[in-house]
Structure formats: C-alpha cells, structure tokens
C-alpha cells in the first residue's frame, strides 16, 4: 500500500510570498490532517478534514493559511502571505475514518524555509 | 487545549539498557494514548497504541498508563542504537466528537550509546 505522498519536500521563499503543499492521502483514507512542526516541538494541528467537509481547523491562522479537499481525496495547504515564524516542517496525515483507535498515517512533509 | 507534557532529553543509556520514557498529560478524561518515534528529519512513526489502564507490551516495547496519576511511559528493552530518535506522546483532542486529531507532546530525545 503506498504511503501519504507529499510535494514538494522543499521550499525556501521570501516573506509576503505565497507557496502551496499538496498532499495524497492513502488511498481509501477519509481523515486527513495537516499538522505544522516547528523545530523542536511536537507537530501542532492545523486543520483535519473528513472527506471533503473540515472538522477542526480551530488552530489555523485563517487570515493567512488556506485549505481544500475538493473532491475528498487530494488537499492543498496555502499560505499567503508568509511569515518568518511560518519555517517549519509541513506535515500531512490520514487515517480510515476519525476513530480514536485508527492509526495517522505521516506524509514525509514539506519543509519550509522563508527569508 | 490539552496539554501534554515531555522531558526534551536527551536520555542517554547505553546498548542494551531499559529506556524510560515519561509522559504526563493535562485532561483526566483522555482515553487513548500513542507513541510516535520520530528519526531527525523524517515524519513521525507510531509505535504503540494504548487505551487500558496498566501494561501494554509490543517486542521490546511497553506502554504504562496510569490514569490516576495522569502519567503515559514507554519502556524500550534491550535498547540499540538504531533507537536513537526523539519519541512523540500524543492524545486526540476529543475523543467524543469527530475532532481526533492528535495533540503532541515536543517529544523526548533518545540516545544510545554503543
């Protein structure tokens, strides 16, 4: 079974630009998260989608990060424009369904440098 | 906001030691409790789910829960190098509504020394 697939692994962009993470979840995964890690820290939820609808994204910064899933497969986090403290590893997860007991499934995550 | 609490580390125990792992956590009402390894520069990896109060054992590895005191630990026997890697102590933010996401403890850093 393929992993979650993520792109691109890298960026580096100056602050005020804007950049885009796509994500693949595994497939048949209705649950997907995006969590962000910063450097030293545990990864901190940004938004969690089931299918195509959100659940949370209490903890996203809405004025500057966006989110879709349009069709409840593939989703795309935006951030626009970017901050200096925005540098962190941009993780994607999924899961069967949003069962306590299912297992989050990590992408490999993009990481973020921004000048 | 849950909170979840972890030593950074790092913990150094030699080849073939016990490693203790501590985790404690701010919510009485968790339920479930995980165990992420995470290797530098990598994505998190579970490594043990539990649920019970008491012992749960996985080849070398055994989660302890204790509720009352609020307290999740991982024991890693018999520890190798190639356990080197910070471990993650997570719970759902709310295991009675669709909001499973996991929340993170900044993990604990793990060193074995050959």
């Known amino acids: 079974e393929a992993g979650v697939a993520q792109s691109p692994r890298y960026k580096i962009i100056e602050k005020r630009q804007s950049v885009a993470f796509w994500c693949n979840p595994i497939?048949?995964?209705?649950?997907l998260y995006w969590y962000q890690q910063i450097l030293g820290q545990g990864p901190k939820l940004l938004i969690q989608?089931?299918?195509?609808?959100?659940?949370?994204d209490s903890q996203l910064p809405k004025d500057r990060f966006s989110a879709e899933r349009l069709k409840g497969v593939d989703s795309t986090l935006k951030i626009q424009p970017a901050k200096l403290e925005d540098s962190a590893v941009y993780l994607c997860?999924?899961?069967?369904?949003?069962?306590?007991?299912?297992?989050?499934?990590f992408g490999p995550g993009t990481r973020l440098t921004v000048l | 906001q849950k909170e979840v609490e972890q030593n950074s580390g790092p913990l150094s125990v030699p080849e073939g030691a016990i490693a203790s792992l501590n985790c404690t956590y701010s919510?009485?009402?968790?339920?479930?409790f995980f165990w992420y390894r995470q290797y530098s520069g990598k994505s998190p990896e579970l490594i043990m789910f539990?649920?019970?109060?008491g012992d749960k054992e996985d080849g070398r590895f055994t989660a302890q829960l204790n509720k009352a005191s609020q307290y999740v630990s991982l024991l890693i026997r018999d520890s190798q190098p190639s356990d080197s890697a910070t471990y993650l102590c997570?719970?759902?933010?709310?295991?009675?509504?669709?909001?499973?996401?996991?929340?993170f403890g900044s993990g604990t850093r793990l060193q074995v020394q050959p």
């Open positions: 997860a999924s899961s069967r369904q949003a069962h306590p007991t299912d297992t989050q499934y």
């Open positions: 497939s048949g995964h209705a649950t």
């Open positions: 989608f089931q299918n195509n609808g959100v659940v949370d």
């Open positions: 919510d009485r009402g968790s339920q479930s």
């Open positions: 539990i649920y019970s109060n």
């Open positions: 997570a719970v759902p933010a709310n295991e009675d509504t669709g909001r499973r996401a996991l929340t």
